[in-house]
Structures are given as C-alpha cells and as structure tokens.
C-alpha cells in the first residue's frame, strides 16, 4: 500500500526554539539571570520601543514606519580592536 502526503499534512517540528535551546544550555551551565526567563514578546516589545513603535501596533498594522536612530559617525571609523 502506498501513502501519499499532501502539502496539507503537518509534520512535526524539527529541533527546538532558540529561546528554548539557550534556557536549556543555561540551566545546564547554573547560569541565571533575570533576561533569560524574560517573554521574547516582551523582549522585542522593549527593543523596537525605542523606534516609536510597539509591538501591538507591529502585530496590527503589519508594517510600520520606524523613526531610525543612527550610531554617530566616530563609532563607524574608530577600529573596535587593535591589530597587532
């Protein structure tokens, strides 16, 4: 007997969550801290906030115009290590 599969078919995910994943390495390490038990909605919430923009009104709307903010040029020519 053969068994055909339709796109419609879902199969079981692969792997697991980075969020998850990293809890996981940090629990086996003993590492605590307060940002890894932090929702990752909230997370993101609190990253675009800065752009004027939550995240329910990303969740709405779809797209949204974001007001940039700009590193000052001094950051971008200045070398982040020395080369021996």
Known sequence: MITW??????SP???IAE????RRLARELE?????LLEDPWEAVD????????????LRERKIVKIKPRYLPLTS?????????
């Open 13 to 15: 995910p692969k792997g």
């Open 76 to 84: 971008l020519t200045q070398p982040h290590c020395q080369t021996p």
């Open 19 to 22: 969020v998850d994943l990293i």
């Open 31 to 35: 590492i605590s801290h307060p940002l």
């Open 46 to 57: 609190k990253a675009i906030r800065p752009t004027g923009v939550t995240l329910e009104e």
């Open 5 to 10: 599969f339709t796109t419609n078919q879902l």
